[in-house]
C-alpha cells in the first residue's frame, strides 16, 4: 500500500532515513549519521552527507535534517553555512518537514544554502482532476420501431405501401426520393429517417446525468419522434409519387454505463514534493512498487486549457454507429427519459450528404 509522509516518518531518525533515501538515486553516494572534522578540528555530526565524483573532481554536500513542528530559522542556517566552510563541501543543504522562517530563506539566498520542504501531493500536484480519477463512460446507441405514415397524399396511381428496413447491413432497403426544391434526387427515406434518428438523440442526450446511482449497467428508453418535413418528402414511383407530409417512429434509447475509478498513488511505495523554497520550484520525490530507485523530477507548469479542468464524475458519452435491434425492448421496461425530445422539423435542404453542396 502507498504511504503518506506521516506513515513514513514517525521520528527524526526515520525523517533523516527518509532524506538520504531519497538522495539515493544511483548517481551519488549517501551515508546516514556520519561525523566529519573539518579545518578547525572540530568534529561535526552531520545528518546525510552525499557525495558525487565527477570525473577528476568529488563534490561533497553535507545535509541537516528538521524533523520539527516549527520552521526553521535564519540561526541554523548560519550554522550549517559555518560547517560548510569549515568541511570544505561543495553544498550546505536543509531539508524541513514544516517549512522555513523568512529570515532564514534570505541567509540561504546569501549564503548559497539549499532548503527544502518535504510534504504529501495535493490534488493540485497530482494534476485535474487530482490524485483520484473517477468518470462515466456511455456508450449510446439508437433503434427505430413502429414507423407509421400519419398523413400522405398521392400523384397520379402511386401505392401508399411502403416496405422498409432500417439499421443498415445487407437486408437495408433503399427507398428513393426527389427534392422538389432542387430538382434533383434526394437521400433515401431509410437515409432521412435514420438523420432524424441521430438528431433525436442527440437531443435527448445533450445533457450528461448519471444512472442508477452510477453502477455498471444497461438501460433502455423509448422516445416518440414526429417528423413533419417542410417540404413533403416525395418518392418517385413508376405510375406517379407518393407524397408523406408526416410520419411517426419510435426511438428506442440503449444506454451502457461503465463507471472508472483510477487512484493514481495506488501505484507508487510513496509520493512526496519537495519544495526548493529558495528557488521556488517544486520537485516529486517518488518510488513505484516496480522501481528500485527514487525518482526525482522537477513538476511542470500546467497551463489552463480552454476547455477548463478535467472534473470528477464527468460523464463521456460515446455514440455507436449502426442501429441496435428494436426487440430487444420486448419484456423491457423503457425508464422515462430525462432529456428532450422535440418533433423533428425535416428539411430536406438540410440534410445533405458531406460533399454534396447545397443549391
Request: hydrophobic share 40%; charged share 20%; proline share 5%.
Amino acid at each position: 500500500m502507498p504511504q503518506l509522509l506521516s506513515q513514513l516518518v514517525t521520528d527524526w531518525g526515520g525523517f533523516e532515513r527518509l532524506v538520504a533515501r531519497l538522495h539515493d538515486t544511483g548517481a551519488v553516494t549517501v551515508e546516514h549519521n556520519v561525523t566529519l572534522t573539518g579545518n578547525s578540528g572540530t568534529p561535526r555530526q552531520i545528518d546525510v552527507v552525499v557525495r558525487h565524483t565527477e570525473g577528476l573532481y568529488q563534490h561533497l554536500i553535507i545535509v541537516e535534517c528538521k524533523y520539527w513542528k516549527e520552521n526553521v530559522s535564519r540561526l541554523h542556517v548560519d550554522a550549517l553555512a559555518t560547517a560548510v566552510r569549515d568541511l570544505g563541501a561543495s553544498r550546505g543543504v536543509i531539508f524541513s518537514a514544516s517549512g522555513f522562517q523568512e529570515g532564514a530563506v534570505k541567509a540561504a539566498a546569501q549564503e548559497h544554502i539549499e532548503l527544502f520542504k518535504v510534504r504529501d501531493l495535493t490534488d493540485a500536484d497530482w494534476g485535474a482532476p487530482g490524485q483520484v480519477v473517477e468518470f462515466y463512460l456511455q456508450f449510446y446507441q439508437a433503434s427505430i420501431g413502429n414507423l407509421k405514415v400519419i398523413k400522405a397524399s398521392r400523384l397520379g396511381a402511386a401505392s401508399a405501401q411502403l416496405n422498409l428496413n432500417l439499421g443498415g447491413g445487407p437486408q437495408q432497403s433503399v427507398t428513393p426520393t426527389f427534392d422538389t426544391t432542387t430538382r434533383q434526387p434526394g437521400l433515401s427515406l431509410e437515409q432521412l429517417i435514420e438523420l432524424t434518428a441521430a438528431r433525436s438523440l442527440n437531443a435527448a442526450t445533450k445533457e450528461g446525468f448519471t444512472i442508477n446511482g452510477g453502477v455498471e449497467c444497461t438501460t433502455y428508453a423509448l422516445a416518440p419522434v414526429v417528423i413533419k418535413p417542410q417540404v413533403p418528402i416525395m418518392l418517385p414511383q413508376p405510375a406517379g409519387a407518393l407524397l408523406i407530409h408526416e410520419l411517426t417512429y419510435d426511438l428506442g434509447i440503449r444506454i451502457d454505463q461503465k463507471p472508472f475509478r483510477v487512484d493514481r498513488f495506488e501505484s507508487y511505495e510513496f509520493a512526496l514534493i519537495v519544495e526548493d523554497c529558495v528557488r521556488n520550484v517544486l520537485s516529486t520525490a517518488s518510488k513505484r512498487h516496480d522501481e528500485s530507485k527514487v525518482q526525482l523530477a522537477e513538476v511542470a507548469t500546467q497551463e489552463p486549457t480552454p476547455e477548463g479542468p478535467v472534473r470528477n464524475g464527468s460523464v463521456l458519452k460515446i455514440y455507436l454507429k449502426g442501429f441496435f435491434a428494436f426487440d430487444e425492448l420486448k419484456d423491457k421496461t423503457p425508464v422515462p427519459f430525462p432529456g428532450r425530445t422535440a418533433d423533428v422539423e425535416l428539411s430536406l435542404r438540410d440534410l445533405v450528404t458531406p460533399g454534396v453542396s447545397k443549391t
